[in-house]
């Protein structure tokens, strides 16, 4: 037996429709900047970015200013 503790494990961003969510980040991410509104898609990248670390989608008010970077 190992006295050594398990290693923290990401989830895949598969799970409760977050693959989705991932999806909808992305492309409004893609769409905004071919529009030229850069200002505007660095927040969905922000949002791409923290699912992509396999974090959950913030719900609170701390979490959300953390995963926007305010």
Same mark, same amino acid.
């Given at each position: 037996?190992s ?7 990401? &989830? ?7 693959? @989705?969510?991932?999806?909808?980040? !992305? $492309?409004?991410?893609? /769409?905004?900047k071919?529009e030229? &509104? ?5 927040y969905?990248? @922000?949002?791409?970015?923290?699912? !992509? $670390?396999?974090?959950? /989608? ?6 959300i200013?953390?995963?926007l970077?305010?």
């Amino acid at each position: 037996m190992s006295n050594q503790r398990p290693g923290k494990l990401q &989830k895949p961003l598969d799970r409760n429709g977050d693959m @989705q969510v991932y999806k909808f980040f !992305k $492309t409004s991410a893609s /769409l905004l900047k071919r529009e030229k &509104k850069e200002d505007e898609a660095f927040y969905f990248e @922000q949002m791409v970015d923290w699912l !992509k $670390t396999g974090k959950p /989608l913030p719900t609170s008010e701390e979490d959300i200013i953390r995963a926007l970077g305010l």
